[in-house]
C-alpha cells in the first residue's frame, strides 16, 4: 500500500481522464446522470447491475429508514459537539461514534440474526426465500416481537 500521492491511481468501480469520467463501463455525463435516479445509481454502483423494482423498494425503504436516525443520542451528541466546534469535526464525529451502544445499533444486529435465521431455514428446509420470509414475520407477529414495519413492506408487494 502506497501512501502519498498515486502517480496511477486506479480502482476497478470507475476510471477519468480529462475527457470524461467512466462508472462500471458507462460515462458518467452521457450515460447516466439524467438517466437513473439515486437508488438505481447506488445499486448499480455496489453491483454493476440495474435493480429491479423490488430491489429499488427495499434500497428506498432502507435509506429512508436510515435517515430517520437524526433524533437518536448518538446523532444529537455529534451535532451539539459540532456546534460548540464547527473547526473540531472529527470531535463532532468521534461524540457520535461514542455514543453508540446496544439500542441504537443493536436493531441492527437484531436484523442480522433474523436474517441469517431466514437463511438457514432456506437451506435446511428447503423453502424459498420468500416463504422463509414471510413465516419468520409470522412467527414475530405471533410471539408479539416487533416485525419493524417489515409486515408493512411485504404486504405492499404482494
Known amino acids: 500500500m502506497r501512501i502519498g500521492k498515486q502517480d496511477n491511481p486506479f ?3 470507475s476510471t477519468s481522464d480529462e475527457h470524461s469520467i467512466t462508472v ?3 460515462d ?3 450515460e447516466l446522470i439524467g438517466e437513473m435516479g439515486f437508488t438505481d445509481y447506488f445499486y448499480f454502483l455496489l453491483t454493476g447491475e440495474k435493480a429491479t423494482k423490488n430491489q ?3 434500497i428506498d425503504a432502507v435509506l429512508l429508514a436510515i435517515a430517520e ?3 437518536v443520542p448518538s446523532v444529537q451528541a455529534a451535532r451539539m459537539t ?3 466546534a464547527p473547526d473540531a469535526l472529527q470531535g463532532a464525529v468521534a461524540a457520535g461514534i461514542l455514543g453508540c451502544g ?5 436493531s441492527t444486529e437484531a436484523c442480522g440474526v433474523f436474517l441469517a435465521k431466514l437463511l438457514k431455514r432456506v437451506k435446511e428446509e428447503n423453502i424459498s426465500h420468500e416463504t422463509a420470509a414471510l413465516e419468520g414475520l409470522r412467527e414475530l407477529r405471533a410471539n408479539k416481537k416487533s416485525d419493524s414495519g417489515l409486515w408493512t413492506s411485504t404486504t405492499l408487494l404482494r
Not at 446496544?102 to 443493536?106: F, Q, R, W
Request: hydrophobic share 50%.
Open 11 to 13: 480502482t476497478a468501480i
Open 24 to 26: 462500471r463501463g458507462k
Open 28 to 30: 458518467l455525463c452521457s
Open 56 to 58: 429499488r423498494f427495499f
Open 69 to 71: 436516525h437524526g433524533l
Open 82 to 84: 459540532y456546534a460548540a
Open 102 to 106: 446496544s439500542v441504537v445499533l443493536g
